[in-house]
C-alpha cells in the first residue's frame, strides 16, 4: 500500500520559509512525477510545483521566483522550499506522487493526507 507522508507545515510570519517534505513508501517501482498542490476552503485544488523524473519543473505564476520544489530519487522525498511566504499562501498543501507499484505495473496518482501552512501578516 502506497503512503505519501508529509511534514513541515506549520506557522510563520509574511516574509518567512518553511520546507515541505513528502516520503513515499510502498512497493514502489517508479516514480513519474512528484508534485504539491493547495487547496482553499471552498475552492478547487490547485497546483503549485511538480517536477518530472527526470528533473523537469513547473510552477503557478503565484509562486515562481519564491518557491523551489526537488526531489531526492533515492529517497523517494519531494520537497517544497518556500520563501517569502505571504498570507495569501495560507491554506493545506497536498503531496501528489504519480508511481508504478509492483502491484499495480501502471503510473496511478496517489495523494497525501495534507499539512497546514499558515503565514501570518
Known amino acids: 500500500q502506497v503512503q505519501l507522508v508529509e511534514s513541515g507545515g506549520g506557522l510563520v510570519q509574511a516574509g518567512g520559509s518553511l520546507r515541505l517534505s513528502c516520503a513515499a513508501s510502498g512497493n514502489i517501482v517508479s516514480i513519474y512525477t512528484l508534485g504539491w498542490y493547495r487547496q482553499a476552503p471552498g475552492k478547487q485544488r490547485e497546483l503549485v510545483a511538480r517536477i518530472t523524473s527526470g528533473g523537469s519543473t513547473n510552477y503557478a505564476d503565484s509562486v515562481k521566483g519564491r518557491f523551489t520544489i526537488s526531489r531526492d530519487n533515492a529517497k523517494n522525498t519531494v520537497y517544497l522550499q518556500m520563501n517569502s511566504l505571504k498570507p495569501e499562501d495560507t491554506t493545506v498543501y497536498y503531496c501528489?506522487?504519480?508511481?508504478?507499484?509492483?502491484?499495480?505495473?501502471?503510473?496511478?496518482?496517489?495523494w497525501g493526507q495534507g499539512t497546514q501552512v499558515t503565514v501570518s501578516s
Open positions: 501528489n506522487a504519480r508511481l508504478s507499484t509492483v502491484a499495480t505495473g501502471g503510473y496511478y496518482g496517489y
